[in-house]
């Protein structure tokens, strides 16, 4: 057309007041490039005198990258077309049909809500015998929609596109190599992405990727199983050899699967160190149900460690054992061979010792992974942290079991501190927990509820599902909540616990949770549940101390409860108890028996043990206020007893006074210095808070004043400098050091650092 009738069009429109409204549909027949430069002459000069809507199933050749610059383009896609389920439902009520809303939206997914299917279905069904189970069972190959895309949109298609379109519809996404692989051809780039700009139902997911539309996908799938019956396996083999080639494992693994190469499966999982994955919570559940497919008539070591990674992951070492067992013994004939199946090895023998609280077995699998560490190629380990997260993880808890805390500690805050991606966010929270559970049984309450706190939190942080959690942190929580006689938070949580994981992974975790819920069925005046729950602590595995002595210290307590007193000290002084709370049971239990002096014999006897916490401490002085009160020491039961308060004050512990009976209720109502009937200062400051007497603490004042010197280490060993640092600070011998920082200690009345500084800052010193 003549560009002068053009632009006296574009001008007589561009002086409109109103634009006009032009609709050009089916505007994709238009073919002529000539056509498409006419109508953006006369858009581009007719200016807001003319509104044009094209209506075209491909991308018209127009300056469109201008107009939306300009802002005066408008795009209505797929996406805005698309039905929603509310839109879908009314489409179907108006051809009669009425399905449940979990029917209608397993449609539009299928569909993506297009409208044209979800038409073509319902006119379908109306003709079906029974509507509802044919759009509910509806299968898109053997259908009207079938028949329509098939015909609109495969037959207009040149051959080598059909034969393209067919084999990459075993592909979710594929890039233009990855189709040249299945194709055999060298020219899918281009197809694809005329494909895409003819909107033939091929979408661009960003990249070089594309995905056929899942109705069309489904619809071409069985088509090709119709014409070229077999061809089907021998893709999905050659898609997985060419996603494992390119490092993309979790699609090799799911076309490995489809093509039933379970050999190569198994081996693609262990070759590339990923079977740790089966114990992250990331894609556990996914490997779990792709190898529940594997046939058992599939050998080799690689598909034993991958049987065996199963079972342990579902806490099932027993059944686990013959796999792991088998794998091994093949990988032992190959000698250095197959690193990554050998580590894997190495990681799963360490769980399976874990599961089954056999440590020395632990310490060997760990070994054996050091070594082999060695012979894995580089940049594989460092894709992969998971693995040597798991092994310290594994090995902590195993040494854990074992009564071994300071051993335990070194390899749980390793694992905790090995990767703070999210790969490894679940071992990082069960470290984390374990090592709260630690502080828990050394007596640091407080200490233990901020571990179990960082743990919950981070695992939060990455939003882990809680089934894949232990449960151990909010575990060591409700026993914590016991200890301050917070027993209906200790019940929520306990059961919160055990919502999350009915079946405990580990006997730590099975120990943990017997611990606190017989403590707090002691608390609660329930002694024979407590002493049966105690009974069950020590599991069938190998035995651990500290649950045995756990066990004997409820077991003791009920007793005592129960006016056994004898018996309770019988409990507790047995040769298998192994720690300092033994002791202060069967102290308390001597001087319930009436003989203080048996009681002041052992707390003499223990071991300055320097990482016990408030929690036995507390209940070690409490013993010893008692047995001054019985002998007419008041003043010196009084001091005990702020001494007490004020230790239990940080970790605000209250179940050791609440245990002590009603002797130290009555010493609290009375002033040693004021006389009978005047309250202590305890007594003012717990009126004044709503709280009970012994729930806070006494804050005694310092007998003697620190000297100037003194203060000065104080405030060197707050910021946390060595003994060596302080004397080079100072000026001063290393024995001069100690020399100051033992005067502070006594006359804060205190034997350890952190609670040097802590009673310092209390009192100002600081």
């Known amino acids: ?64 990258h201008r107009y939306r610059a300009e802002g005066t383009l408008t795009e209505v896609r797929d996406a805005e077309l698309a039905f929603t389920d509310e839109e879908a439902a009314t489409l179907l009520a108006r051809h009669g049909l009425r399905l449940p809303g979990g029917a209608v939206g397993a449609l539009v997914a299928r569909t993506r809500g297009w409208a044209a299917g979800l038409r073509l279905c319902a006119l379908a069904a109306q003709q079906s015998g029974d ?152 894609r556990s559940d996914d490997l779990g149900e792709l190898f529940s497919r594997m046939a ?60 089954t609280g056999a440590p020395g077995r632990a310490e060997h699998a760990a070994a054996r992974a050091r070594e082999i560490q060695q012979d894995i190629a580089p940049g594989l380990l460092d894709r992969h942290p998971e693995l040597t997260v798991l092994l310290q993880a594994h090995l902590g808890s195993a040494r854990l079991w074992a009564g071994r805390f300071d051993d335990s500690r070194s390899a749980l805050c390793a694992a905790a501190a090995g990767s703070e991606g999210v790969q490894t966010a679940l071992p990082r929270e069960e470290s984390l927990s374990q090592l709260a559970l630690i502080d828990y049984l050394n007596g640091w309450a407080g200490r233990a509820e901020r571990g179990a706190l960082a743990a919950l939190a981070d695992a939060e942080r990455f939003g882990l599902s809680e089934s894949w959690g232990s449960g151990l942190g909010r575990l060591v929580l409700a026993a914590v909540a016991v200890e301050r006689d917070e027993l209906d938070k200790a019940q929520a949580l306990l059961e919160r616990a055990t919502a999350e994981q009915p079946v405990p992974p580990d006997p730590v975790t099975a120990a943990a949770r017997l611990i606190a819920r017989a403590r707090l069925q002691l608390a609660r005046g329930r002694t024979r549940d407590a002493v049966e729950t105690a009974e069950s602590i020590v599991p069938s595995v190998a035995a651990s101390p500290w649950a045995e002595d756990h066990t004997a210290l409820v077991i003791s307590a009920a007793h005592l409860a129960e006016g056994r007193p004898e018996t309770a000290v019988k409990v507790v002084q047995h040769p298998a108890c192994h720690r300092a709370a033994c002791a202060v049971a069967a102290a308390r239990a001597h001087l319930a028996a009436g003989h ?106 310092i007998v003697e004043e620190l000297t100037g010197r003194e203060r000065d280490v104080l405030r060197r060993l707050a910021q946390l ?39 310092a800052r209390e009192r100002g010193l600081l």
């Open 131 to 282: 509507p509802e189970t044919y759009l509910k069972e509806f299968e898109a190959g053997h259908s009207t929609i079938a028949d329509f895309l098939l015909t609109e949109v495969l037959g207009r298609q040149p051959a080598r596109t059909r034969d393209l379109l067919l084999r990459v519809s075993v592909l979710d996404r594929f890039c233009p190599d990855l189709a040249n692989e299945l194709s055999g051809r060298r020219d899918a780039g281009a197809i694809l992405a005329e494909l895409h700009r003819a909107n033939a139902f091929v979408e661009h997911l960003g990249r070089d990727w594309y995905g056929l539309h899942p109705l069309f996908a489904d619809i071409l799938g069985a088509h090709l199983r119709a014409r070229l019956p077999g061809l089907e396996s021998e893709l999905h083999r050659r898609a997985a050899r060419w996603l494992r080639h390119s490092g993309l494992l979790p699609a090799a693994l799911a076309h490995g699967a489809a093509a039933g190469d379970w050999e190569f499966t198994a081996r693609a999982l262990v070759d590339d160190l990923a079977i740790g994955q089966f114990f992250t919570g990331l």
């Open 721 to 759: 400098m060595s003994t060596e640092e302080i004397a080079a600070d100072l000026f001063v011998s290393v024995n001069t050091v100690k020399t100051h920082l033992k005067n502070a200690y006594r006359k804060l009345g205190v034997n350890r650092r952190g609670e040097a500084v802590r009673r």
């Open 296 to 355: 058992p008539d599939v050998t080799g070591p690689e598909a034993d460690l991958v049987r065996a990674a199963r079972e342990l992951s579902r806490g099932a070492p027993g059944r686990a054992g013959p796999h792991l067992e088998r794998a091994r013994r093949a990988l032992d004939r190959e000698g250095r061979g197959r690193a990554a199946a050998r580590l894997s090895c190495a990681l799963l023998d360490a769980l399976s010792a874990r599961l």
């Open 596 to 701: 203080p002096e048996a009681a002041l014999d052992l707390l003499d006897g223990l071991p300055a043990e320097e990482d016990t916490g408030p929690a036995v401490t507390v209940r070690a002085m409490l013993v010893r206020a008692e047995a001054a009160d019985r002998t007419g020491d008041h003043g010196t039961a009084r001091r005990l007893v702020d001494r007490a308060l004020l230790d239990a004050g940080h970790d605000r512990l209250k179940g050791p006074f609440v245990e002590s009976g009603p002797w130290v209720r009555r010493l609290l109502g009375t002033d040693p210095v004021h006389g009978p009937g005047q309250d202590p200062p305890s007594a003012h400051r717990a009126r004044a808070t709503g709280a009970e007497p012994c729930a806070l603490p006494a804050r005694t004042p």
């Open 1 to 64: 057309m003549d560009h002068t009738l053009l632009g006296r069009l574009a001008a007589e429109l561009s002086g409109r007041e109103r634009p006009a409204i032009v609709v050009l549909d089916e505007f994709d027949r238009v073919t002529a490039p000539e056509i498409a430069d006419q109508l953006a002459f006369v858009l581009h000069h007719a200016g807001r005198g003319l509104r044009t809507v094209l209506v075209t199933r491909t991308e018209p050749v127009l300056p469109l």
